[in-house]
């Protein structure tokens, strides 16, 4: 049985989704209690991609976030550090040009996209900031990052509630739903140790990002952040 240390060392993060690939996309889809897929609808509306551009879906895992993209007719990279869940994706979806990468050395050339995105991914890469940047010189002057992650509910009678689901209710759920339950409960514990709204947006910055904001979705539980790189 996997589960990933909080200093997310990138073998043990990887093995972690192997592990949990075949069943990945059904128990997201319990646990967040169906809310993933509207999170994911609000994606790809901030990418909102268009015919002919170029599109990086870092943490792709199996591709499923990668659809929109394509349905829009953008030429979408998915990409993923799990093997496992590459190849998940390839049974599933042939046609995806399913890249596997690492988010703090891309295997990409400067400027090459027009827009990059992550989703629930960027709190499981060993070094933000170096994603952050790698994000930035992969993208054409212009173009846009999205970023989608847990983050903190704003109102604090439900940040406490919150909490006490992730911490209590979330782990015997995942033993039901999940093949590793263990690593439900190292997501779990990567939530809670997440920066707040305000702390990413302000290394967003640092990265080079122009134009950060972010939106709160299901009050906060999930924040959208967005930024531009500068002509």
């Known amino acids: 049985m996997t589960r990933a240390t909080l200093d997310k060392q990138p073998h043990e993060v990887a093995s972690m989704f192997d592990d949990v690939a075949a069943n990945y996309d059904l128990t997201n889809d319990v646990l967040s209690l169906g809310q993933d897929r509207r999170w994911r609808k609000e994606v790809a509306k901030a990418v909102d991609a268009r015919h002919g551009q170029k599109v990086l879906d870092l943490a792709a895992g199996t591709g499923t976030s990668s659809l929109p993209f394509a349905r829009a007719g953008a030429y979408v990279v998915p990409c ?31 400027g090459v996209f027009d827009a990059v995105t992550i989703s629930f991914g960027l709190r499981n890469v060993q070094d933000t900031d170096a994603a952050l940047s790698e994000l930035y010189r992969v993208t054409k002057p212009g173009g846009r990052v999205v970023i989608c992650e847990f983050s903190h509910p704003t109102w604090a009678p439900f940040r406490t509630v919150y909490e006490e689901y992730l911490m209590r209710a979330l782990p015997p759920v995942a033993r039901a739903v999940s093949s590793n339950p263990d690593a439900y409960v190292y997501l779990a514990e990567s939530i809670q140790s997440w920066p707040d709204q305000p702390t990413l947006a302000r290394r967003l910055q640092a990265a080079g990002w122009s134009k950060v904001a972010w939106r709160n979705l299901t009050g906060g539980i999930v924040a959208l952040h967005r930024g531009t790189k500068a002509r």
């Not at 042939?94 to 990409?108: S, Y």
């Open 80 to 110: 993923d550090f799990s093997l496992g869940m590459l190849r998940e994706g390839k049974k599933r979806h042939p046609w995806l040009p399913l890249t596997a990468g690492d988010a703090t050395k891309l295997p990409f050339r400067d």
